[in-house]
């Protein structure tokens, strides 16, 4: 099985202010036996910041020709903890809702995104943002280039 590593990063510009805002998601996909590397970005208008965490994972996944082991890493706690405390276990459970903790915010996205994961061995690892990390930042990067670009047309 193939080993991949995938930094992935996702940002809002105006998150929460609906209708006005811009998001967009970046990543880097590494393929360490081949030292390949491969870059990817896009922007969304009228999104919000988890949107964006989520689907940056999605769209690097979705790369992805043949299952995988991956490595993810993201400096998206929404998104690691949901996997490495069993949130979206404990969402499956009850129905992809939270229970008496009301709707499940981005269930549709959060679906998709299990699909994907469940198709690989997926890990996911917690970096820390805009440290020291080169690739987390590289995606980061890559996420204000899409919106500057989406700005710019």
């Avoid at 202010?17 to 390949?36: R, S, T």
């Avoid at 690892?125 to 980061?140: L, S, W």
Wanted: hydrophobic letters at 35%.
């Amino acid at each position: 099985m193939k080993v991949i590593h995938l930094y992935t990063d996702g940002g809002c510009r105006g998150n929460g202010k609906e209708g006005d805002n811009l998001g967009a998601i970046g990543g880097v996909l590494i393929y360490p036996e081949k030292k390949v590397k491969k870059e990817y970005k896009k922007a969304f208008e009228n999104t919000t910041n988890n949107q964006m965490e989520l689907l940056a994972v999605i769209e690097g996944l979705k790369m992805l020709k043949e299952s995988c082991e991956v490595h993810i890493y993201s400096d998206s706690a929404y998104v690691v903890n949901a996997y490495l405390q069993n949130w979206v276990g404990s969402w499956k459970a009850k129905n992809w809702s939270r229970g008496k903790s009301g709707a499940l915010k981005n269930r549709e996205i959060w679906m998709s995104l299990d699909e994907l994961v469940n198709s690989h061995s997926v890990t996911f690892h917690k970096v820390k943002g805009h440290a020291d990390n080169p690739y987390n930042n590289r995606a980061d990067e890559l996420v204000n280039q899409a919106m500057d670009e989406f700005l710019k047309q």
